[in-house]
């Protein structure tokens, strides 16, 4: 995209793609997830929603193909952002005919769909990102998906289980439909300058494909940044996955579990989000990235001993998950920034939704796993793995601290 001063639209619709990709991933994996949890569902069951919200993991799959096709009339990135949204919309209006107790297949059918079409969104609001916003101005880009992210959240997963718990099934997916609606007339509204894919359109497709085995040979990736990104939210995806049935095994409603997970702890994360912005610009990446990974192994090692702050008071266990989340809000734009400083900006879908991947990916496995783990081990067993990858991570990093200085 040609080089020029970022517009009130452009703000806008950073800010309004960043919300509602996940608010429609806040609305399966916090409002669905509770819903059928309340409705008598298994966990092994609820695992593989997990699961399919797990192919949006397949990012540089799919990134190529933002890279290489558009509707250059229509814009770049904004046709695949349009596209996308338009497919969830139909998707959502397909659940007004479905009941969860009836149509588990059908509704695991239209999860696969969300999570494939929030797929397409994410890449190319990530795209978007970096061909928007200059060097200097990427911290602010993560701090933007990050704090787009908790509203996200509490839009998707919070005011869709207060509307489930007072109005029903129905009035949940009609705040999905109408937030779907909203975004598509930004959209059509939105003006895009000439892309920066154009670069990319004249590449062979097979030179994009080929791009995911030498992304890693660059000079300033390595494989260590491979495997790195791939352990990097495993210990909060393990965690975060029991946050909801511990909750309601502990006799919490619905309602109450949306506000705590979706309403409290973002607005809290929303507060401190500016917070990792000044750190990063004022510290060393290294110092920031030490600082906020020796808290995290504090925090998790914390849930080891979940069970003894339940016996004193259930509700002693909201301190362990808050302070966790707002951890993770300073890890996350972190890593999100570091994305956007390796990848090549005439490449910039392609490289962004490839590091992407790699997280995505560790993180669903581990939600995945981590109800599984529960089912035969204990909420415990899943708290001392996480610990472990907490303390690997931090050693991974020490050992590699030149690399991140």
Request: glycine residues 6%; hydrophobic residues 55%; charged residues 10%.
């Amino acid at each position: 995209m040609e080089k020029r001063t970022l517009t009130l639209q452009d703000w806008a619709l950073l800010i309004s793609s960043a919300t509602f990709k996940t608010s429609i991933i806040g609305f399966y994996l916090i409002a669905l997830i509770t819903m059928l949890k309340e409705q008598g569902f298994t966990l092994n069951q609820l695992s593989w929603i997990y699961m399919l919200a797990g192919i949006e993991a397949a990012a540089c799959i799919i990134s190529p193909l933002i890279e290489r096709f558009s509707f250059k009339r229509f814009g770049h990135f904004k046709s695949w952002l349009f596209l996308s949204n338009l497919v969830m919309l139909v998707s959502f209006i397909s659940l007004y005919f479905i009941q969860p107790q009836q149509h588990f297949i059908a509704l695991l059918l239209l999860c696969a769909v969300f999570s494939l079409m929030s797929l397409f969104f994410s890449c190319a609001t990530l795209g978007l990102t970096c061909s928007l916003l200059p060097f200097k101005k990427r911290g602010y880009g993560g701090a933007i998906q990050v704090g787009g992210a908790r509203v996200g959240k509490m839009i998707g997963g919070g005011l869709a289980l207060y509307l489930y718990q007072h109005f029903g099934w129905y009035s949940a997916i009609s705040l999905m439909v109408l937030l779907s609606l909203l975004l598509g007339l930004q959209l059509l509204f939105y003006t895009e300058v000439a892309a920066s894919g154009e670069q990319a359109e004249k590449v062979r497709l097979g030179f994009l494909f080929k791009r995911f085995i030498d992304f890693w040979q660059r000079p300033n990736v390595g494989y260590h940044w491979l495997i790195l990104l791939f352990f990097s939210c495993i210990p909060s995806a393990l965690v975060a996955t029991t946050f909801i049935p511990r909750l309601n095994e502990l006799g919490w409603q619905a309602q109450n579990i949306g506000l705590l997970l979706a309403i409290i702890i973002p607005l809290i994360c929303i507060a401190v989000l500016p917070l990792s912005g000044y750190f990063l610009q004022k510290y060393q990446r290294f110092q920031v990235i030490n600082t906020i990974l020796l808290i995290q192994i504090l925090l998790v090692a914390t849930f080891c001993f979940s069970e003894q702050l339940i016996r004193l008071d259930q509700y002693l266990i909201i301190l362990p998950i808050v302070l966790l989340s707002v951890a993770y809000s300073f890890m996350l734009p972190i890593i999100l920034t570091m994305l956007m400083d390796k990848a090549d900006s005439k490449l910039a879908t392609l490289d962004t939704s490839l590091q992407y991947t790699i997280v995505l990916l560790g993180a669903y496995l581990a939600s995945f796993s981590a109800l599984r783990i529960v089912s035969f081990g204990g909420y415990t067993s899943v708290y001392l793995l996480a610990t472990g990858f907490t303390v690997l991570i931090w050693l991974m990093v020490w050992f590699k601290r030149s690399a991140y200085a």
